[in-house]
């Protein structure tokens, strides 16, 4: 099976915007706020949706970051990330899959202690930080 998804990384000063998810009966991981796209939207309206079904922030894109292609849960997964900018609402949990348990700005030197859902973005959002703070 195929999943094909954006992820919004939002960065104020040194801190990044991440959200634990999970499942009632799975470990609660933490990641930037993500999820699947519908079949006519665009990336960065998937990406834009799921920041606010997520956290209750509206947001806007500054630029596209990369593209990740793997596995992941047993699915192909195909993830375009976008570097965005928080222009209104407010730290709130309306997710419609009562998958977030819980929205957290987090600063970089934070992150590490952190239970990762993909542990592979570390570093990668680590220099993002670094360079946009």
């Known amino acids: ?5 954006s992820a919004a ?3 104020q000063g040194n801190r990044l915007l991440m959200v634990q998810q999970g499942k009632k009966d799975e470990p609660k ?5 993500s ?5 006519d939207e665009s990336f960065e309206s998937c990406c834009l949706r799921e920041l606010e079904e997520e956290t209750g922030y509206k ?4 630029r596209p970051l990369h593209v990740k292609n793997g596995h992941s849960y047993g699915y192909e997964v195909t993830v375009h990330y976008f570097l965005v900018r928080i222009v209104g609402g407010q730290a709130k949990i309306q997710d ?3 998958l977030i348990h819980e929205i957290r700005w987090v600063k ?3 992150i590490n202690s952190l239970e990762l859902a993909f542990p592979q973005d570390l570093s990668h959002l680590q220099e993002l930080m ?3 703070s």
């Open 108 to 110: 970089s030197d934070e």
């Open 130 to 132: 670094f360079i946009e």
């Open 1 to 5: 099976m195929k999943w094909i998804g």
């Open 29 to 33: 991981l933490w990641t930037v706020p």
């Open 59 to 62: 947001g806007e894109i500054i």
């Open 35 to 39: 999820g699947g796209k519908e079949i």
């Open 9 to 11: 990384v939002c960065i």
């Open 96 to 98: 419609p899959d009562n």
